[in-house]
């Protein structure tokens, strides 16, 4: 029997027993993981910092009806406020209403951008700074493009309070997507984001390249770039989750294409392009620089082993003499690594914000791992 003829029973019972065997979430699955992945996705509001804070406001909510999320963050951070995201006050007749669609502000932008509070923390997490050049490697649909310019290009926001920090104009943000629907997708969103003078000036590009082919290719080439952020496409469990919730509710024994087009080796295929899409981000940044790899996958073949396998081939590679620079994950600041528990659990590797978490936030799934670009030592 094929898998799209499979039962609905046989496929669900095979999806639920794979991700609650004792080497996955064991018990968690079907007590609190399961649930959270079931219920309706939570929403958070990200300020296009790029209009006045009244627009947003007006669109969004005031400020009294609205509580900022606050992101983990070291006391030196200057760029800590760049990024900033809001709920709705605890107290609020509905606080887990969803925000109104973005609208237009008066200087014909976007005002805001409805995402997972967890994406937002993924791009924190790169710590961005003014003049970095950027390589968003899976950008599409857009919004932590949005989120990493609010940081290259602080000194265009209508409230900046002063002249624009030096290396502002080197600044460079390339956002890919290889998939021409979602790239015409991507560039159109962008557009109603960002000043049109960062496109005009060539700051700011949108790319349509295969990403697991190399960095060559990237307008800044290999070592080109300051930071990349990889937000691999993944076997996203609570889209089929979601999916399949969806088409039970209108006709019973009903199989979402989702749920069966999954199998457990699912995860493993999907793995071996994120895998390429690692070692291009790390070809395509400099030495010094920062990868953060993401997912949105509760597969722990997509989150830590990809970042295990990439490391065993980069010491592979680095003894055949094939590379002279390896990668390392960065361990965080213990003020940040505080305040990531408030999100995430850790993991080998990296961290995964799950929507079952104890800090009720109900964000995710999003697993993401930080690492550095380093030199080999000199033998």
């Given at each position: 029997?094929?898998?799209?003829?499979?039962?609905?029973?046989?496929?669900?019972?095979?999806?639920?027993?794979?991700?609650?065997?004792?080497?996955?979430?064991?018990?968690?699955?079907?007590?609190?993981?399961?649930?959270?992945?079931?219920?309706?996705?939570?929403?958070?509001?990200?300020?296009?910092?790029?209009?006045?804070?009244?627009?947003?406001?007006?669109?969004?909510?005031?400020?009294?009806?609205?509580?900022?999320?606050?992101?983990?963050?070291?006391?030196?951070?200057?760029?800590?406020?760049?990024?900033?995201?809001?709920?709705?006050?605890?107290?609020?007749?509905?606080?887990?209403?969803?925000?109104?669609?973005?609208?237009?502000?008066?200087?014909?932008?976007?005002?805001?951008?409805?995402?997972?509070?967890?994406?937002?923390?993924?791009?924190?997490?790169?710590?961005?700074?003014?003049?970095?050049?950027?390589?968003?490697?899976?950008?599409?649909?857009?919004?932590?493009?949005?989120?990493?310019?609010?940081?290259?290009?602080?000194?265009?926001?209508?409230?900046?309070?002063?002249?624009?920090?030096?290396?502002?104009?080197?600044?460079?943000?390339?956002?890919?997507?290889?998939?021409?629907?979602?790239?015409?997708?991507?560039?159109?969103?962008?557009?109603?984001?960002?000043?049109?003078?960062?496109a005009t000036s060539g700051q700011q590009k949108v790319l349509q390249l295969d990403g697991t082919r190399g960095a060559q290719a990237f307008p800044l080439g290999v070592g080109g770039y300051d930071k990349v952020l990889v937000d691999a496409p993944c076997s996203s469990e609570r889209h089929i989750v979601h999916a399949q919730a969806k088409v039970s509710s209108g006709k019973a024994?009903?199989?979402?294409?989702?749920?069966?087009?999954?199998?457990?080796?699912?995860?493993?295929?999907?793995?071996?392009?994120?895998?390429?899409?690692?070692?291009?981000?790390?070809?395509?940044?400099?030495?010094?620089?920062?990868?953060?790899?993401?997912?949105?996958?509760?597969?722990?073949?997509?989150?830590?082993?990809?970042?295990?396998?990439?490391?065993?081939?980069?010491?592979?590679?680095?003894?055949?003499?094939?590379?002279?620079?390896?990668?390392?994950?960065?361990?965080?600041?213990?003020?940040?690594?505080?305040?990531?528990?408030?999100?995430?659990?850790?993991?080998?590797?990296?961290?995964?914000?799950?929507?079952?978490?104890?800090?009720?936030?109900?964000?995710?799934?999003?697993?993401?791992?930080?690492?550095?670009?380093?030199?080999?030592?000199?033998?």
């Open positions: 029997m094929t898998k799209t003829k499979r039962p609905q029973s046989s496929q669900q019972d095979a999806f639920s027993a794979h991700f609650s065997s004792a080497t996955r979430y064991g018990d968690r699955w079907n007590a609190s993981l399961y649930p959270a992945l079931l219920a309706k996705t939570r929403y958070a509001a990200l300020d296009n910092r790029y209009i006045a804070l009244a627009d947003f406001n007006s669109v969004v909510g005031s400020p009294e009806c609205l509580r900022r999320v606050v992101l983990p963050s070291a006391p030196s951070d200057i760029h800590s406020e760049d990024i900033q995201v809001f709920v709705r006050n605890d107290d609020a007749e509905d606080p887990d209403a969803p925000f109104s669609q973005p609208s237009q502000a008066s200087n014909g932008l976007l005002t805001h951008w409805n995402l997972d509070a967890a994406s937002a923390v993924a791009v924190h997490m790169l710590h961005i700074v003014t003049g970095d050049r950027v390589l968003d490697l899976c950008a599409a649909p857009g919004g932590k493009s949005v989120a990493i310019a609010q940081s290259i290009w602080s000194h265009l926001q209508p409230d900046y309070p002063g002249p624009p920090m030096a290396g502002a104009k080197k600044g460079a943000l390339h956002s890919n997507e290889f998939d021409r629907t979602r790239n015409r997708r991507l560039a159109d969103n962008l557009s109603k984001y960002l000043p049109a003078s960062l024994g009903a199989l979402a294409d989702e749920l069966a087009r999954w199998s457990p080796a699912t995860a493993k295929r999907m793995a071996e392009t994120q895998h390429e899409l690692l070692m291009t981000a790390l070809r395509a940044v400099r030495v010094g620089g920062i990868v953060l790899y993401a997912t949105c996958s509760v597969s722990n073949e997509e989150n830590d082993g990809v970042i295990e396998k990439t490391l065993a081939q980069l010491e592979k590679r680095v003894k055949k003499g094939e590379f002279t620079w390896t990668a390392e994950v960065i361990k965080f600041e213990p003020q940040i690594e505080q305040g990531l528990l408030d999100f995430a659990e850790r993991t080998t590797y990296g961290w995964l914000v799950l929507p079952d978490h104890p800090s009720g936030g109900r964000w995710g799934p999003l697993f993401f791992t930080k690492l550095i670009k380093t030199t080999l030592p000199p033998w």
